[in-house]
């Protein structure tokens, strides 16, 4: 069982930025794609960003296309979500997941098999 552990949260004003971190344990987690999804208050969870195992391929929501960057160092076991420009939108707690592939960036929450706890970001005017 792969553990998540999301950090790098907080508060910052619109236009700003941020750098969330998430620390996996366990063997899977650089033969595994993984994907960055966020949850406000009131809505439904929904992706953010995904790459694949080795990290050459990247997918990411169009409402943050341009603005953040997801990235991974598989020696460290940990994958990255790099967030500039922020917008008040982006406001929600953000959670890292290991997909049950390799090399599929799915947008989907069924393809994610373990999820971290999550990291409170919040952006204010």
């Known amino acids: 069982q792969v553990q998540l552990v999301e950090s790098g949260g907080g508060s910052v004003q619109a236009g700003g930025s941020l750098r969330l971190s998430c620390a996996a344990s366990g063997r899977t987690f650089s033969s595994s794609a993984m994907g960055w999804f966020r949850q406000a208050p009131g809505k439904e969870r929904e992706f953010v960003a995904a790459i694949s195992w080795s990290g050459s391929s990247t997918t990411y929501a169009d409402s943050v296309k341009g603005r953040f960057t997801v990235s991974r160092d598989n020696a460290k076991n940990t994958v990255y979500l790099e967030m500039n420009s922020l917008k008040l939108e982006d406001t929600a707690v953000y959670l890292c997941?290991?997909?049950?592939?390799?090399?599929?960036?799915?947008?989907?929450?069924?393809?994610?098999?373990?999820w971290g706890q999550g990291t409170q970001v919040t952006v204010s005017s």
């Open positions: 997941a290991i997909s049950t592939t390799a090399n599929v960036l799915s947008r989907s929450l069924s393809m994610y098999g373990s």
